[in-house]
Nanobody
Framework: QVQVVESGGGSVQAGGSLRLSCGVT????????MGWFRQAPGKEREGVAF???????AYPDSVRGRFTISQDNAKNTLYLQMNSLRPEDTAMYYC??????????????????WGQGTQVTVSS
């Protein structure tokens, strides 16, 4: 059974940094796309970073240059380093896995496995 668990959220002032972690267990394959999504109250779920099994990464304009996705395969752990945080980055952040493809489709509906979410709050 695949399980995804996030950690590392918290509160920070604007301009600060946070690093989120995501542990994935129960999967030993080499085909995947991993993604970080966020959802603020009243807003759609938004993808903020993606990495596939070829280690290709992708970001939307809203976070490019500030957020970095990375992985440690030895630890089965995914990271999201968030720098220069802004109040508009405030949201619940989720880690998700699509284990059917070795490339990323930037749509939350194709991701089968989700963590419980971790809150990120950025104050001005």
């Amino acid at each position: 059974q695949v399980q995804v668990v996030e950690s590392g959220g918290g509160s920070v002032q604007a301009g600060g940094s946070l690093r989120l972690s995501c542990g994935v267990t129960g999967y030993v394959g080499t085909t995947y796309c991993m993604g970080w999504f966020r959802q603020a109250p009243g807003k759609e779920r938004e993808g903020v970073a993606f990495i596939d099994s070829a280690r290709r990464t992708a970001y939307p304009d809203s976070v490019r240059g500030r957020f970095t996705i990375s992985q440690d395969n030895a630890k089965n752990t995914l990271y999201l380093q968030m720098n220069s945080l802004r109040p508009e980055d405030t949201a619940m952040y989720y880690c998700a896995a699509d284990l059917r493809r070795d490339f990323c489709v930037f749509e939350h509906r194709v991701f089968d496995y989700w963590g419980q979410g971790t809150q990120v709050t950025v104050s001005s």
